[in-house]
C-alpha cells in the first residue's frame, strides 16, 4: 500500500473506506435518560387515537402513522403500521446521544425518519464503531460499541460483518504496516494507533518507528478503554 500524502497520512476515509451515516431519527421523545420514560410515552402513543396519536407521534415526511417499514436487524419491535398498533414498548437499548453521554432508543423502524439498518446489522459486542465528530475543542473521533446517533459525522464500524469479522480497512494496510514495524499489527492496534494520532484533518499519520506505533497504541487503548468504559 503506498503512500497517498507527501508525509505519509492518508485521510481516514481511504483506510477505513465503509462508512454509514448516523441514524435520524426526525423526532426527540424516542430518547431518553432512562427506559422508564420511554415505556410511558410509548404506553401514551398506544391508547391515544386518532388526531391525538398523530400529534403525539411527529409524523414527517420520511415517517407518518402508516408508514411500512421492516423491522431492524437484532431488534424485536413490530412492524404493524402504527395507525392501529398495540402492545407493549419495544425494549429499550443504549445509544451514544453525544461525546461521552449514553442515553436510551425505543429501538423501533417505525420511530425513526432513517434508521440506518446497515449499522444495527453490525453492532454487537465485538464491534467498535469510529465516529467523526465536528471540529472543535473535543476529540476528532470517538469510539463505541452503541449505535451513536451523533451528526453530522460518518461512523465507520470497525468490522463489515457481526461477530467482529472482515475489517474495515484498506486491502493490504495491516500489511504494509507489516513490513514498516517488524511485526503484523491487529485491526485494534490500527484503531487503537488512529485514535492517538489522527489529526483535525481526518488524517492518519503511518509511522514506520515500532517504538513510536507501540506507544501511540497504547494510548489509543487506553483512549478507547474510557470511551467505551469497558476496554
Not at 5 to 30: E, Y
Not at 139 to 165: D, E, F, I, M
Amino acid at each position: 500500500m503506498p503512500s497517498v500524502t507527501p508525509d505519509d497520512a492518508p485521510p481516514l476515509a481511504d483506510l477505513m473506506p465503509w462508512s454509514v451515516a448516523p441514524p435520524r431519527l426526525g423526532r426527540r421523545w424516542p430518547t431518553a435518560p432512562d427506559p422508564a420514560s420511554l415505556r410511558t410515552r410509548w404506553d401514551t402513543l398506544m391508547k391515544a387515537e386518532g388526531a391525538d396519536r398523530e400529534a403525539l407521534f411527529e409524523p414527517t415526511r420520511a415517517r407518518t402513522l402508516r408508514s411500512a417499514v421492516g423491522g431492524l436487524p437484532g431488534q424485536t419491535s413490530g412492524t404493524q403500521r402504527l395507525a392501529r398498533a398495540s402492545g407493549p414498548c419495544p425494549e429499550p437499548v443504549r445509544v451514544l446521544h453525544a461525546p461521552f453521554d449514553e442515553q436510551w432508543l425505543i429501538p423501533d423502524h417505525r420511530l425513526l425518519d432513517a434508521a440506518r439498518p446497515e449499522l444495527w446489522r453490525v453492532t454487537d459486542e465485538r464491534q467498535i464503531l469510529v465516529v467523526e465528530t465536528v471540529e472543535g475543542p473535543g476529540p476528532r473521533l470517538l469510539a463505541t460499541s452503541l449505535v451513536p446517533l451523533l451528526r453530522p459525522g460518518q461512523v465507520r464500524p470497525l468490522y463489515r460483518r457481526p461477530g467482529g469479522t472482515e475489517p474495515n480497512l484498506a486491502p493490504g494496510l495491516l500489511e504494509h504496516l507489516a513490513g514498516r514495524l517488524g511485526h503484523l499489527p491487529t485491526p485494534e492496534d490500527f484503531l487503537a494507533w488512529t485514535l492517538a494520532a489522527v489529526r483535525p484533518d481526518l488524517t492518519v499519520p503511518l509511522t514506520g518507528d515500532a517504538g513510536l506505533w507501540s506507544r501511540g497504541v497504547e494510548l489509543g487503548r487506553r483512549s478507547l478503554w474510557l470511551m467505551r468504559r469497558d476496554g
